[in-house]
């Protein structure tokens, strides 16, 4: 179980994460484009809460692997902006997810993109089975990212809100 100063630590930087998603997918929808400045933010604030993280569990190991899924997300969607069909947005904005679901670990990483696709490709089939789109109907792949971190990251959160609330002993 972690202890009280990490469970703040990476409340708050789920927190920071949550607000940036929510921002960056509402520009998302409207728009089809995540925008630099707001990607850019939304990383430096991610960074430096796994880097608080970091220091309040003592083990330094957790920034540089929130690093390292930064880069890693960024070069897998890189492939897929170079095949098509990715938006060089989406691609930024992995920077993103791969740092905050890099502090829960690589499984996070993996099965919170895997998430994004999954539920990209529900409302893509959804969308051609009832004649709302069509093959090269472009869709917003922003939101589908932030949620499937999130819904990834929640079972995390969830079981330090309680260790939070609880009476010390």
Avoid: Q
Avoid at 3 to 31: C, H, K, N, Q, Y
Avoid at 131 to 148: C, E, V, Y
């Amino acid at each position: 179980m972690l202890d009280e100063p990490t469970m703040i630590a990476s409340l708050a930087l789920w927190a920071w994460f949550g607000g940036w998603a929510i921002a960056l997918s509402i520009v998302d929808i409207r728009e089809h484009r995540l925008p630099n400045k707001m990607v850019a933010l939304a990383l430096a604030g991610t960074v430096v809460l796994a880097g608080v993280a970091a220091l309040a569990s003592g083990e330094p190991v957790l920034l540089l692997r929130a690093a390292a899924a930064s880069l890693a997300a960024v070069l897998a969607f890189g492939l897929g902006h170079l095949i098509g069909g990715m938006g060089m947005g989406d691609v930024k904005y992995a920077a993103v997810t791969g740092s905050a679901l890099g502090t829960l670990g690589w499984g996070a990483v993996w099965w919170g993109h895997l998430l994004g696709f999954v539920l990209a490709g529900c409302v893509v089939v959804v969308g051609l089975v009832t004649g709302r789109m069509h093959r090269r109907s472009a869709i917003p792949f922003g939101p589908f990212m932030a949620l499937g971190a999130i819904l990834v990251a929640a079972p995390s959160l969830a079981s330090a809100m309680p260790a939070l609330s609880a009476p010390p002993v």
